[in-house]
Nanobody
């Protein structure tokens, strides 16, 4: 059974930074492409970023490119999302997700499964 511990969310002023972490157990972490999704109240789940198994391939949604950085530490089974220059529109619940398919792009968001409860990010103006 996959278990996920997500952390790092919180309340921050616009322009601030947060670093999200997601530690996964119950699967072979380095066999999964990983990603971050977010969902704001009343909106659909949105793919934010993904990273390939080795970390060689990265993808960012246009809305976060240049501000967010995804990374992973396969030795620690942990996924990260460094979020800088935060905006009020980044307010959402953030979830880490993974797929055993070796894919990382917006065309493949539908094969990503999220397992955790997410972590809340709130950005005040």
């Amino acid at each position: 059974q996959v278990q996920v511990v997500e952390s790092g969310g919180g309340l921050v002023q616009a322009g601030g930074s947060l670093r999200l972490s997601c530690t996964v157990s119950g699967l072979t972490f380095n066999g999964y492409s990983m990603g971050w999704f977010r969902q704001a109240p009343g909106k659909e789940r949105e793919g934010v970023s993904c990273i390939s198994r080795s970390g060689a391939i990265l993808y960012y949604a246009d809305s976060v490119r240049g501000r967010f950085t995804i990374s992973r530490d396969n030795a620690k089974n942990t996924l990260y999302l460094q979020m800088n220059s935060l905006k009020p529109e980044d307010t959402a619940r953030y979830y880490c997700a993974g797929t055993h398919y070796g894919v990382c792009s917006s065309s493949w968001w539908h094969v990503y499964d999220d397992w955790g409860q997410g972590t809340q990010v709130a950005v005040s103006s």
